[in-house]
């Protein structure tokens, strides 16, 4: 009678339909989950002394899907950074035509900021792992250059024109102030809000250049 009843509920239960994750939800969740291992790793082993087969081991994941997402150990630090910049980017452009090209920055940056209080820790990290090595500081230093051209190029896209020093500099001068706004986040109390200070790095420059 067990039996019957068990087959019968087996045959009889409602089948329940898994909707499968598209392929590109699913490689952006390996990705995070061999990025968070990574930093996680350079931060309290250090950079030098942590493998590849490491980072996929704490990710639950082998080494041939760690390389197949990442060609090195470096590039997975810096790849959250990068995808922010071209986000950067593609906001900074949809800004009103009638702010000013410095305005419309200011804007951007501190948009690009607001909900940064739940990534605090990654972003905290990240920072300890940089720091843990030469060899990333460098590299660090190579992306902001990057940064720097992505963000001139923007400038000179949105105004129409090629991109000429006086775009370089803007990108330098406001890409330092977005810097030095994030630094006082990360050393000050955790009450501060990132883009209230990018807002006052921002304010506080345009008063010094009248």
Do not use: N
């Not at 409602?14 to 499968?20: D, K």
């Amino acid at each position: 009678m067990l039996l019957t009843l068990d087959c019968h509920e087996r045959y009889h239960r409602p089948v329940v339909q898994r909707t499968p994750v598209p392929r590109a939800v699913a490689a952006a969740r390996t990705r995070d989950a061999l990025t968070d291992a990574a930093l996680e790793l350079f931060a309290r082993d250090g950079f030098d002394t942590t493998t590849a087969e490491a980072i996929s081991g704490r990710a639950g994941l082998s080494p041939r899907t760690f390389f197949r997402y990442f060609p090195t150990k470096e590039s997975v630090v810096f790849h959250r950074d990068y995808w922010f910049m071209r986000s950067f980017a593609s906001a900074y452009l949809e800004q009103p035509r009638t702010l000013s090209d410095y305005a419309a920055l200011h804007a951007t940056y501190v948009e690009q900021a607001r909900g940064f209080d739940a990534l605090r820790i990654r972003i905290e990290t990240y920072r300890a792992a940089v720091d843990s090595s030469a060899v990333l500081v460098g590299r660090e230093q190579e992306h902001l250059r990057d940064h720097a051209t992505t963000v001139s190029e923007a400038v000179a896209r949105r105004r129409g024109a090629g991109v000429d020093d006086g775009d370089r500099t803007l990108a330098d001068v406001t890409l330092a102030l977005y810097h030095r706004a994030l630094r006082r986040w990360l050393d000050g109390p955790r009450s501060l809000d990132l883009a209230a200070l990018i807002d006052e790095e921002f304010t506080r420059m345009r008063r010094l250049v009248r």
